[in-house]
């Protein structure tokens, strides 16, 4: 049996031999070959889902294995392993696929073998003016309409040639005789058309169905209300998302911030330069907080240190850091929030999030998603299912209708 130790040693070893150094891969075209070669590796090596269940193709590490992994990750810089696919498509699979679906599309997404998109945002500037329908058809279904889709961002250009880190598949929200139901297309399929947005780095794709042929297996069987709450439901809860580390990162922030307040002075530097001290020290204590959840067990303490623990403190200081952010460089002088992740590569900016989160970008889509003309919010469906409401929800808005039309 290997020991947490021998097991440290051979991981980095491991990113040692299969990752070059920033310095080594700064040009998109050389970034975009080693991380094709990353992936290749983890997937050799069957470490690139180690956070799912054994029943998955998983390695059921514990979650301080799993912490320590993405902070060694995290270190060397290399491309996520959290992918899109992997933290939302994944578990949406395991909870409510099909059989055959799990069989197929787990072992390609764990196999690095397809890369997806997620298919739920109607484009703004659509000719359709109604969302995308999906409907019966002689051989099974037509997917009929366009999206504006967000891919795992694992391209680092796609004025780079087309190759296997393109999305090859995508899950398209439709609706089918006012039900919503959830497509698994290959984007290969005749009548797919998927076009890289301009100036988005391989993040955003406008993809067309055009009377595409749509199999049941390729119909997630959870459909309706019970569809847009699994969408929803934040990643993190579930169990087959990777821990987030995240002192590195946001030690790294930290020194840029300061280095550029100190080459760059103004008026507010010093109460600025002062509460960046104060989030130095929040630093060191979330660093021993993350010591005391890796120590192995002992007399003193028995039991680790829950998970949750760190994540709670790493974001109330990524609060903090957003803060000095934006008071140092002002409103305007800051990226928009979806350009600092448009793609999960590259180094760490003072001016921008240093986690490459992945899940952090498809919650900014499922958030569009709620306010867009679907008219559904995340959180009233999340509470109606909770609260078992959702029949007596529908009841009360009929009623309201059936009196403003009588009015």
């Known amino acids: 049996m290997v020991t947490e130790v021998q097991w440290q040693q051979q991981a980095q070893a491991f990113i040692a031999r299969h990752w070059p150094s920033s310095a080594g891969a700064q040009h998109p075209a050389a970034m975009h070959l080693a991380s094709t070669r990353w992936f290749e590796a983890l997937a050799e090596q069957g470490w690139s889902v180690p956070h799912w269940p054994s029943s998955a193709g998983g390695l059921n590490w514990t ?6 992994w993405q902070m060694q990750c995290q270190r060397a810089q290399t491309p996520p392993i959290d992918t899109l696919a992997m933290s939302i498509i994944a578990p949406l699979l395991m909870s409510h696929g099909s059989a055959q679906q799990c069989t197929v599309l787990l072992a390609e997404i764990a196999g690095f073998q397809s890369h997806w998109c ?10 359709a003016h109604h969302p995308t329908l999906l409907a019966d058809s002689a051989d099974g279904w037509s997917l009929t ?18 190759d296997a880190l393109w999305p090859n598949r995508i899950l398209c929200l439709a609706l089918h005789d006012g039900n919503w139901m959830a497509c698994l297309v290959p984007t290969q399929r005749q009548g797919v058309v998927c076009t890289p947005v301009a100036n988005a780095r391989g993040r955003w794709f406008h993809v067309v169905f055009d009377d595409v042929a749509v199999s049941q297996e390729e119909i997630l069987p959870l459909q309706g209300e019970g569809l847009l709450a699994a969408l929803a439901t934040p990643p993190a809860e579930q169990s087959a998302v990777l821990p987030h580390a995240s002192s590195y990162g946001l030690e790294a922030q930290l020194g840029l911030l300061r280095a550029d307040l100190e080459a760059n002075p103004h008026e507010d530097s010093a109460a600025l330069l002062s509460e960046l001290n104060e989030a130095q020290v929040a630093l060191r204590g979330l660093q021993a907080l993350e010591t005391r959840a890796l120590a192995p067990a002992s007399p003193q303490f028995p039991q680790p240190l829950p998970m949750s623990v760190l994540n709670i403190r790493s974001q109330d200081l990524a609060q903090k850091i957003g803060a000095l952010q934006l008071a140092s460089f002002g409103y305007y002088a800051l990226p928009k929030s979806d350009g600092l992740l448009d793609h999960n590569l590259g180094p760490v900016d003072p001016r921008g999030n240093s986690s ?36 007596l929800s529908a009841g009360l808005l009929d009623d309201e209708a059936k009196r403003a039309d009588e009015s």
């Open 118 to 127: 997620l298919g739920l945002l109607e484009p703004v500037d659509s000719a």
């Open 356 to 391: 490459r989160d992945t899940a952090l970008l498809a919650s900014q889509a499922l958030n569009a998603l709620a306010v867009s003309a679907y008219g559904w919010d995340p959180r009233d469906i999340l509470a109606r299912e909770r609260l078992g409401l959702s029949e």
């Open 63 to 68: 979650k301080q294995r799993l912490y320590q």
């Open 145 to 162: 309409g366009s999206k504006r889709a967000l891919a795992d961002g694992l391209l680092s250009s796609t004025e780079l040639p087309r």
